[in-house]
């Protein structure tokens, strides 16, 4: 089993800035890849950003170039910071673990996924 706590979420103001942190705990060795996804209401899950375990990362096109995913190997724990936000990134942001070895932007092929948090971008 793996555990992620997401945090950093919060309220910010266009063109503003955060980072979400994720922390897993429990059979870490087990996960092959870690993404963000976001869920906004209405609409579908979406991925945002991947990272696997040798640090190659994916961006999807809505985030290019304003999004970084990253990872601090030594702590478990992975990042994503968000700059430039603008209102269409708010959303319900979640920290996903899948036990295969390829990333993939299919959310269901994750099998851990945290409780989630707020990210609210007001223009």
């Known amino acids: 089993q793996v555990q992620l706590v997401e945090s950093g979420g919060g309220s910010v103001q266009a063109g503003g800035s955060l980072r979400l942190s994720c922390v897993a705990s429990g059979n870490t060795y087990s996960t092959d890849c870690m993404g963000w996804f976001r869920q906004a209401p209405g609409k579908e899950r979406e991925g945002v950003a991947l990272i696997d375990r040798y640090g190659r990362t994916w961006n999807a096109d809505s985030v290019k170039g304003r999004f970084t995913i990253s990872k601090d190997g030594s702590k478990n724990t992975r990042y994503l910071q968000m700059d430039s936000l603008n209102p269409e990134d708010t959303a319900m942001y979640y920290c996903?673990?899948?036990?295969?070895?390829?990333?993939?932007?299919?959310?269901?092929?994750?099998?851990?996924w945290g409780q989630g948090i707020q990210v609210t971008v007001s223009s």
């Open positions: 996903a673990a899948k036990v295969t070895p390829t990333c993939s932007w299919r959310h269901e092929t994750y099998a851990y």
